[in-house]
């Protein structure tokens, strides 16, 4: 038998990494977690090895399930729930989390994996991309992180990117419509290093991440974590708007940017 690991009971947070990995918590609490594990290797561990199993399952082969399979699996889950495990000493997230760290392999391969191949067949791509990109969001909101480059000029920021990223992201300045342009930075989404543009609507910041990809899609928005995020495909790149604006505003900023030339 393996000796209990005391690793993951150094820090009392650690369960959190988990809820923000998996888009569970709110821009306070995902805002709060951030600056905690800035300077906390516990979480940081948690992090990095959560990710790693998420990587093992993606370079796996796998079908996406069809909206009718996936349909009529969500529709048994509540007949398959088992009885509430009566009341322990311990709470049951933490007992989970202990599991799977004393397995000896980090979480456990084969409890990461299950975990990881459930979110993968239950969770569309685009989703796992919104929660990246929210989560940069906010991780740039803490202080000293929101830009690289600090300029209201496209023509200081975008020279900036060069022979930074190996592509070049197109840069407008829109204060003429309401949204100037702060600055930029580099990031990390999807597996890649990406372009992060700073803009700002009133007192809100928009961050537009953009990296290329094929093809063309028009705007299409959602709400995660508290947060509006506006999605488009054209010219060879893929934008995404994250702020707390009002939808309907990021929208406009969208647009904007379209027809900006």
Not at 38 to 57: G, K, M, N, T, W
């Amino acid at each position: 038998m393996s000796s209990r690991p005391d690793r993951a009971l150094d820090c009392d947070k650690v369960l959190l990494v988990q809820a923000e990995f998996d888009g569970e918590l709110d821009a306070a609490q995902a805002a709060a977690l951030a600056a905690h594990r800035s300077d906390c290797p516990v979480c940081q561990a948690a992090l990095r090895e959560l990710a790693q199993a998420r990587e093992l399952i993606r370079e796996a082969p796998y079908e996406r399930l069809s909206d009718e399979a996936r349909r009529r699996l969500l529709d048994r889950l509540p007949a398959a729930a088992r009885p509430a495990a009566p009341p322990v000493r311990q709470p049951l997230a933490w007992r989970r989390w202990f599991d799977w760290r004393a397995g000896g392999f980090g979480f456990g391969l084969g409890a990461a994996c299950a975990a990881a191949l459930a979110f993968l067949l239950l969770t569309p791509a685009a989703e796992t991309l919104t929660q990246q990109v929210v989560a940069e969001h906010i991780r740039a909101l803490q202080p000293g992180h929101l830009e690289d480059v600090v300029s209201t000029d496209q023509h200081t920021v975008k020279p900036w990117f060069d022979g930074r990223l190996d592509f070049a992201p197109p840069v407008k300045n829109l204060a003429s419509a309401g949204f100037p342009l702060k600055g930029g930075r580099l990031d990390y989404i999807d597996d890649r290093p990406v372009a992060a543009l700073v803009y700002q609507r009133d007192k809100h910041i928009i961050d537009l991440f953009v990296w290329p990809q094929p093809g063309d899609a028009g705007i299409e928005s959602t709400v995660r974590q508290g947060y509006n995020v506006v999605h488009w495909t054209r010219g060879g790149m893929t934008f995404w708007a994250v702020s707390d604006v009002e939808l309907a505003q990021l929208r406009d900023f969208a647009e904007v940017f379209e027809q900006t030339r």
